[in-house]
């Protein structure tokens, strides 16, 4: 059986009160298996990967049933371990100020006629512009906190939090109804801290954006055509029945917006472009922009809002059309916090490449709604572990020799690599073999 290391044993000890002892035990010889496993990530090659000593038969009782029980029979909760991996974030990395939350849906491919909570979903991976690809799995919608590491090129990483699965049916909540309660849940751990939550124009619906917390700056993409109105409401003649007015004259959508300002030949008009340097993608930028209040009695009622209309005057981009719930915003700062965004599509990415998250095939409803959310808060401790002390590790400066203009010591492909020497060095015993057999062996197990 693997070692934990004192550095990552120090990240793991704060999700311990989410589990008893026994189950705490279960998941920390679970988390070294699933990192040092190195193929397909199914209950059986992580539990030989965490426990290599002997090799059962498949139809015989054996110790790692152990592993499928933490799943299947386990008292602990992905909503108690979600508040642990918040803590550790925040506490760890020294979240100052206000919190950014990114909000999001992906599809894990899944199959089989008795997996609980199976459903046809749009796949955004095989979907293009003029076709809309379906395929079978388990849709869930994710919350990740977004962390700047301030001694990197890298202006983010997306750390996810919460995870909950959207079921099909016309009775089950949507997307946009769990995104909402995810973020409720999340302010309720944080009151006294501002929240901004950054979502896709998915989430910029009547359903997620009712009754937002008062604490929670929303940041997100609105359609072309959206019907706005002017906030100022025009006072009323005297004598006039009826129901007194709630918004203004209704006022050019944003893509309107775009054409009277092509038309504009004075920048001194009324919707006048303004160019912003900004740094979006990694890439520094400069982008022409243009901005009103509205209210959008459809999404938010009578709320003001922030429209913002973004152009690229080289053609890299499409226009985009965002808008925000503080009407104190700046232009720069909606811009930049809603290519934050992008992370979040990083983040599934590795989740599924890297740690294999497809790769588990539970049945029970037990088991398909806590594996998915404990790989990801694998993930997030990883992260965690890597910005406090793996960045500055042995290992991670020999692999740092080691890359190419191609490669991120901020992927977590990365990190896993780091802390698989890691993991290596501290369990090779050197009094095992002479120095020139302890070399060749440790140099085989790393490759």
């Not at 999001?104 to 749009?122: C, I, P, Q, Y």
């Amino acid at each position: 059986m693997w070692t934990m290391i004192p550095s990552l044993q120090g990240c793991v000890d704060c999700l311990a009160p989410a589990f008893t002892q026994p189950s705490f035990a279960t998941c920390c010889q679970l988390l070294l298996g699933w990192v040092l496993c190195l193929g397909k990530h199914t209950l059986w090659r992580v539990g030989y990967s965490a426990d290599p000593r002997d090799c059962p038969d498949h139809s015989q009782r054996h110790a790692w049933d152990s592993y499928y029980n933490f799943f299947e029979r386990s008292a602990w909760s992905p909503k108690g371990l979600a508040y642990q991996v918040a803590l550790l974030i925040v506490s760890r990395l020294q979240a100052l100020g206000s919190l950014t939350v990114l909000i999001d849906d992906t599809l894990a491919h899944k199959r089989g006629r008795s997996v609980w909570g199976l459903g046809w979903f749009r796949d955004a991976v095989a979907s293009t512009k003029k076709r809309v690809a379906t395929a079978s799995g388990h849709n869930w919608v994710v919350l990740a906190l977004a962390v700047c590491v301030p001694f990197t090129s890298i202006p983010i990483l997306a750390l996810p939090v919460l995870a909950r699965l959207h079921r099909p049916g016309k009775d089950q909540p949507s997307c946009a109804q769990l995104a909402q309660a995810m973020l409720a849940e999340f302010c309720a751990w944080f009151p006294d801290r501002r929240v901004t939550a950054i979502a896709d124009g998915a989430y910029a619906c009547r359903e997620g954006l009712d009754d937002l917390p008062p604490q929670v700056t929303f940041v997100g993409r609105m359609r072309g055509d959206a019907a706005v109105y002017d906030p100022q409401v025009p006072k009323a003649k005297k004598g006039k029945r009826g129901p007194k007015a709630k918004k203004g004259p209704r006022l050019p959508s944003p893509k309107e917006a775009a054409g009277k300002a092509d038309r504009q030949r004075t920048p001194t008009g009324a919707w006048p472009w303004q160019e912003v340097a900004v740094s979006v993608y990694g890439v520094q930028r400069t982008l022409r922009a243009l901005t009103y209040e509205a209210v959008w009695p459809r999404v938010l009622g009578p709320r003001p809002i922030k429209v913002v209309v973004v152009r690229d005057p080289a053609g890299a981009m499409r226009d985009c059309y965002l808008f925000t719930t503080d009407r104190n915003a700046s232009l720069n700062w909606v811009i930049v916090q809603f290519s934050w965004r992008w992370s979040i599509a990083v983040l599934f990415r590795a989740s599924k490449q890297v740690l294999d998250l497809e790769a588990p095939q539970h049945f029970c409803q037990a088991s398909v709604e806590k594996v998915a959310p404990w790989v990801w808060s694998v993930q997030s401790v990883i992260a965690v572990w890597y910005i406090t002390a793996g960045y500055e590790s042995a290992e991670a400066a020999a692999m740092r020799a080691r890359m190419g203009a191609w490669d991120s010591e901020w992927s977590l492909r990365h990190m896993i690599q780091v802390l698989q020497r890691s993991i290596l060095n501290a369990a090779i015993d050197p009094n095992s073999a002479n120095h020139a057999q302890m070399r060749e062996m440790v140099q085989t197990l790393k490759n």
